[in-house]
């Protein structure tokens, strides 16, 4: 069985992770983890002690990149160098048309050892394993940059 999307073929595999949280409130309101591991207040607008969806999503696709990269430096003999990805992701649009809203991505990797062009030859392969990178794929303008690793 699989399940089709506009470019890409899904076949129904097994369930590695589930993760539930709920929101109440919206952007003004709380979200927390069915497991209690994750309440969060969050906030359309800067302040203290809140964070916004947009810092939630940097995290989870700056995490789940970061870890889908040590696939391909696995296979080049390079899973043991420190690696870290920067998300920078911005909400944009005109308001009042909410319509407009959307999301762009910009991802900064760095690999240890590893030059800034081979560090974008490894992100730009690590899009077509990362799951996030999957799921946005169409949907969300994603950048990418690299720093020196050497």
Not at 39 to 60: H, M, S
Not at 69 to 86: A, N, Q, T, Y
Not at 101 to 113: C, E, F, N, R, S
């Amino acid at each position: 069985m699989c399940k089709t999307t506009k470019e890409r073929v899904f076949f129904m595999s097994k369930k590695m992770a589930v993760s539930t949280v709920i929101n109440e409130g919206g952007r003004e309101g709380v979200s927390k983890s069915l497991n209690g591991h994750l309440e969060v207040k969050t906030t359309g607008t800067k302040k203290e002690g809140y964070t916004n969806p947009e810092e939630l999503f940097a995290a989870g696709i700056s995490a789940c990149f970061n870890g889908a990269m040590v696939f391909p430096l696995e296979r080049d003999g390079l899973g043991d160098k420190h690696r870290s990805v920067r998300a920078e992701v911005t909400l944009l649009g005109d308001l009042p048309d909410f319509t407009t809203l959307h999301l762009a991505v910009h991802l900064i990797g760095k690999i240890d050892g590893v030059s800034k062009e081979d560090t974008l030859k490894y992100m730009e392969e690590t899009d077509g394993i990362c799951p996030y990178s999957k799921a946005i794929h169409g949907n969300v303008e994603v950048t990418y940059d690299a720093e020196d690793g050497r």
